[in-house]
């Protein structure tokens, strides 16, 4: 079984267009019983990096590493 549970503050900042950068800390976690033997339950600070990707993100994401 999986369960999912999570709480703590977190602040974030939209680093550019399409992209998010927060951190905070989680109080709790979630408990997976195919990890069970490593005891992770995902407490404790983090950094989570996010980007949009869609249709208009895509054709612009090759336009930059084709260097156009």
């Known amino acids: 079984d ?13 680093v550019a267009k399409n992209m998010w950068l927060s951190v905070g ?7 997976d019983r195919d ?16 980007l949009k990707f869609d249709q208009e993100s895509a054709r612009d994401a ?3 590493f084709a260097g156009q």
């Open 2 to 14: 999986l369960f999912k549970y999570s709480y703590g503050p977190s602040i974030g900042y939209n």
């Open 62 to 64: 090759v336009k930059w």
């Open 25 to 31: 800390y989680n109080l709790a976690g979630f408990r």
């Open 35 to 50: 990890f069970s033997k490593a005891d992770f339950t995902g407490e404790g600070p983090f950094i989570k990096f996010r």
